[in-house]
C-alpha cells in the first residue's frame, strides 16, 4: 500500500495520469459530438429529401382533386343538368322530377362515374325533398342516413361558406362507419341569378390518395397522413394503415412543426391547397438514426482502439518529460551529500533550463559562502586593528590637552578655545566605540564644528539651533547630520557674499523625531549632484538600511534662495541600538 501511495506520488505518474484522463475525456466529447452531429447530418437529411417527396405527394393529389372537381363542373354544371332543376320547370311549391329529368340526371351521373372510377356514389339532394343517387355497386346505400342535411347542421354551414366551391371531409359524411370512401360536397346554383338549386354529393374511393404513393418518391422510414380541418384533423388516410396513429397525432398536436431534442419523431407537414387537408410526413427518430446506431458503435470501437495507444504514448511521453527531471533530482541529492557544485549538463527543454538555474543558483551560493568566510575572517582582523587602535585617541587627547595649557600659559585664548572644540569633536565621534549617541550628543559635535568654522570665516554666518527636551534625549545614529551642516557651510554660505544664516530645529510628533537644518545660501541648481558625495549619500543609505525605508531625507533647495534638509528616524529606545 505504501509503495503505491508512493507510486502515485511521483510527477511522472501523475503527468500520465492527467494526459490520460484528458485524452479519455476529450475522445469521448469528440465521440459524442460526432454521434449528435451525424444524428442531426442525418435527420436534416431525411426534412430535406421528405419535403419535396411531401410536396411531390400534395401536387399529384391536388392534381387528381382539380381533375374530380373539373368532372363535376363539365358534367353536373352542364346545361342540360341544370336545366333538370331550374326555376323555370318548377314553380314556388314542392314539386316533383318529371321522370325524364330523373333519368337525365342519373345518366350524367353515371357518365361521370364511367370517366372518374374513384367516384363511387353520386347524390342529389334539393329544398323540395328531391333526390337522385347513383353508386357503382361497391357500396351498400341501406345504412346510410340521408338527413345529413338536417342533423349536421355544422356540415351545412361549411357548405354555404364555401358559395359554391367543393368542400372535401375527409369521412363518408352519410356513414361514419364507412372507413374506404371520402365525400366531396358542393352548392349548386342557377346560372343566371345564383340562387341555390341544391346540394350535390360524391363519395369518392381513398385507393386514390393511395396510387398517389406509386407516382411520388417515398421511403420506407416515414409515414404520411392526411387529416381534415373539417373533422377535428381526424386521419383521412396513412400510408401505414396496419399501424396506430393515436399516439404520433398526440406528439404532433403538441409538437407540430417543431423539433425539439427530447421528440420520439420528425415532422413535417404542409396544405394540399384544393381540399385544405394537411399532409403530414412523420418518422420515428429511433429507426431513422439506425445508421446513426451503427456510427456510434463504430466511434466507440475505434474510440476504444484509441485510447490504448493513447496510454501506451502517455506512457512514452511521460518518461520522456519525466527524464530531466529526474537528472535534475539527482544533482540536487548529490549537492545534499558532498556540497560540492554541481557540473552536470541538462538538455535545452524547459525542465533543462531549470536544471541550469538551479546550477547556476547552487554555484553562485556555494562562491558567496566562500566569500563571506573571508569577509568575516577580515572583519576579525579588523576588530583586532580597531582594539589595537584605541591605544592611539589616548595619546591624540594628551598631545591636545598639552597644546590647551600651553595655550592657556600664554594668554593664547583663541587657540585653547579651538584646541578643547577639537578635543571634544574627537571624543564624541569616537564615543567610546558606540555606534549611536543622544541627539544632545550630536548638536554638542555640531556647535564644536562651527565654532572652528565661524573662526576660519570670520564670522560669515550665524548658528541658529531650536530643538526641546524630549528631542534633544533621543537616541539616533551618530554622526547623521553633521554631514549636511557641512555642506550649508562649504557650498551654501561660502559663496554667498555677505552675511548667511544656518537653522537648526528638531522635535519629536507621533513617536518620530523631525530633524531640520536651513540656510538661505546660494542653494543647490541640480540635486542628483548630492548622490555623487560620500557624504549625503552615506547619511541617506545608514537611514535606510538602519531605520527602513519609511524613513529618510528629503532635500528641497531653491537656487540663490537657500536649501531645506529634513530627516526623519523613529524614536527608539537605547535597548534597541544595543540589540541592532
Not at 323 to 336: E, W
Not at 394 to 419: E, R, S
Not at 462 to 491: G, R, S
Not at 527 to 533: D, E, N, V
Amino acid at each position: 500500500m505504501r509503495m503505491l501511495k508512493l507510486y502515485f506520488q511521483k510527477i511522472s505518474t501523475k503527468v500520465m495520469l492527467a494526459m490520460i484522463i484528458a485524452f479519455v475525456i476529450s475522445s469521448l466529447v469528440v465521440a459524442k459530438l460526432m454521434y449528435k452531429e451525424s444524428s442531426a447530418i442525418i435527420e436534416k437529411s431525411y426534412l430535406t429529401i421528405n419535403t419535396s417527396a411531401l410536396a411531390t405527394y400534395c401536387e399529384l393529389l391536388n392534381m387528381k382533386q382539380e381533375h374530380l372537381v373539373e368532372y363535376i363542373r363539365t358534367d353536373i354544371m352542364s346545361e342540360s343538368f341544370i336545366k333538370c332543376f331550374s326555376s323555370r320547370n318548377r314553380s314556388s311549391k314542392p314539386f316533383s322530377l318529371k321522370l325524364a329529368n330523373h333519368s337525365a340526371i342519373v345518366e350524367i351521373m353515371n357518365h361521370m362515374m364511367l370517366m372518374e372510377p374513384a367516384i363511387t356514389g353520386v347524390f342529389y339532394f334539393d329544398n323540395y325533398g328531391n333526390k337522385v343517387m347513383t353508386t357503382n355497386g361497391s357500396i351498400l346505400t341501406s345504412d346510410y342516413a340521408f338527413d345529413i342535411f338536417d342533423t349536421q347542421p355544422e356540415l351545412t354551414a361549411t357548405v354555404l361558406e364555401n358559395e359554391g366551391l367543393e368542400c372535401f371531409f375527409g369521412h363518408n359524411v352519410f356513414s361514419p362507419n364507412d372507413k374506404s370512401n371520402y365525400t366531396v360536397i358542393k352548392l349548386l346554383r342557377e346560372t343566371e341569378n345564383f340562387s341555390n338549386i341544391g346540394i350535390l354529393v360524391l363519395t369518392v374511393s381513398k385507393q386514390m390518395l393511395m396510387s398517389n404513393l406509386n407516382d411520388s418518391d417515398t421511403d420506407d422510414n416515414y409515414t404520411i397522413m392526411l387529416l381534415d380541418p373539417y373533422n377535428g384533423q381526424e386521419p383521412v388516410f396513412s400510408t401505414d394503415q396496419n399501424s396506430d396513429l393515436s399516439e404520433p397525432l398526440s406528439h404532433y398536436s403538441v409538437q407540430a412543426d417543431k423539433d425539439t431534442e427530447d421528440s420520439k419523431y420528425i415532422f413535417l407537414s404542409t396544405v394540399a391547397s384544393r381540399s385544405k387537408w394537411i399532409a403530414v410526413s412523420f418518422a420515428d427518430k429511433s429507426q431513422l438514426n439506425a445508421t446513426g446506431h451503427y456510427i456510434r458503435t463504430y466511434l466507440y470501437t475505434t474510440l476504444s482502439i484509441v485510447i490504448l495507444a493513447g496510454i501506451a504514448f502517455s506512457a512514452v511521453a511521460t518518461y520522456v518529460i519525466s527524464k530531466p527531471i529526474k537528472q535534475v533530482r539527482l544533482s540536487i541529492d548529490i549537492f545534499r551529500e558532498n556540497h560540492k557544485p554541481i557540473t552536470d549538463e541538462y538538455d535545452n527543454s524547459e525542465i533543462g533550463k531549470i536544471g541550469y538555474a538551479l546550477k547556476d543558483a547552487v554555484n553562485e551560493n556555494i562562491e558567496l559562502n566562500k566569500k563571506l568566510t573571508k569577509t568575516e575572517i577580515r572583519e576579525k582582523e579588523a576588530e583586532l586593528l580597531l582594539l589595537q587602535a584605541q591605544i592611539n585617541p589616548h595619546f591624540l587627547y594628551n598631545t591636545l590637552d598639552t597644546i590647551y595649557m600651553l595655550a592657556m600659559i600664554n594668554d593664547q585664548d583663541q587657540i585653547a578655545k579651538l584646541t578643547a572644540a577639537l578635543s571634544d569633536i574627537f571624543k564624541i565621534s569616537l564615543n567610546n566605540g558606540k555606534k549611536y549617541l543622544q541627539l544632545k550628543d550630536e548638536l554638542a559635535y555640531i556647535r564644536n564644528y562651527m565654532l572652528i568654522q565661524e573662526s576660519r570665516y570670520q564670522n560669515k554666518f550665524d548658528f541658529e539651533t531650536e530643538a526641546d527636551e524630549t528631542a534633544l534625549n533621543c537616541f539616533m545614529l551618530k554622526l547623521l547630520v553633521e554631514p549636511f551642516i557641512e555642506n550649508a557651510v562649504t557650498h551654501g554660505i561660502e559663496p554667498k557674499s555677505g552675511q548667511g544664516h544656518i537653522r537648526f530645529t528638531a522635535n519629536v510628533w507621533d513617536e518620530i523625531l523631525y530633524i531640520q537644518i536651513i540656510d538661505d545660501g546660494v542653494g543647490i541648481t541640480d540635486l542628483s549632484k548630492l548622490a555623487a558625495g560620500y557624504g549625503i549619500q552615506n547619511v541617506i543609505d545608514r537611514i535606510k538600511l538602519f531605520y527602513g525605508d519609511n524613513y529618510g531625507v528629503d532635500i528641497i533647495s531653491n537656487p540663490g534662495k537657500g536649501t531645506k534638509v529634513m530627516i526623519t528616524i523613529p524614536v527608539w529606545p537605547e535597548r534597541k541600538y544595543d540589540n541592532d
